[in-house]
């Protein structure tokens, strides 16, 4: 006996065919989009702890070196610049940053090595953040570490990739804390970077040091 295939069975067939693949395009571009978005994401993740990461770094490796300011070697003695008050030297202004101090490093005989340390942002080029560090057998003046490059010699590097990492402050401020016998000094360092190439991204971190009464 011969079969009868309805005109009405092949209609719902295509029907549900052109539904099935209607739903499926609609299934992978909303799967597309969500893929899109969290790659979007995720590079913007990237990029927040690439910052993160490299400014922290940054004072992390200025905070363990400031514990050092004024070590002497082997005496009392502290090692002050010439013309400073305290162990630590900070300018603070609206486009310059400047922490300075020193400390001994290296004792042979008789004679002192002094590392000299000197971390600045400056008006010509206050997107950068430098250290200019030395070891010599004198003590830098406070005259010397306002002009380092000039004054003591080009030993200085930018922290930061100046072509990825911006530094918008370094703001320095330092309080006296007067004692009955030995005063001291609190140092509050802070520091606010954003990337080059998507200034939004930012990131701001701080961090204080209280001077040591070597």
């Not at 499926?24 to 571009?29: C, N, R, T």
Request: net charge positive; with cysteine.
């Amino acid at each position: 006996m011969r079969a009868v295939v309805s005109s009405r069975q092949l209609g719902a067939s295509l029907i549900e065919f052109m539904v099935a693949s209607t739903v499926g395009i609609i299934a992978i571009g909303i799967i597309g989009t969500v893929l899109v978005l969290g790659q979007r994401v995720a590079t913007e993740r990237t990029k927040e702890l690439t910052l993160l990461q490299s400014s922290n770094s940054v004072l992390q490796m200025m905070k363990l070196d400031m514990h050092r300011a004024g070590y002497n070697g082997i005496s009392s003695h502290q090692v002050k610049l010439s013309g400073a008050e305290h162990l630590y030297y900070v300018e603070n202004s609206a486009t310059t940053g400047l922490l300075a101090y020193a400390y001994v490093s290296a004792v042979s005989g008789g004679s002192y090595t002094y590392t000299n340390v000197v971390y600045e942002q400056t008006s010509s080029a206050n997107n950068v953040l430098r250290i200019c560090e030395k070891k010599q057998s004198t003590v830098m003046s406070v005259l010397e570490a306002q002009n380092f490059p000039g004054m003591i010699g080009h030993n200085c590097n930018t922290l930061f990739h100046k072509e990825r990492i911006l530094v918008d402050k370094f703001d320095v401020s330092l309080v006296a804390l007067p004692g009955a016998k030995v005063s001291s000094a609190l140092v509050t360092v802070e520091l606010d970077t954003s990337l080059k190439n998507t200034p939004s991204m930012t990131q701001s971190l701080s961090f204080q040091v209280k001077q040591r009464n070597w």
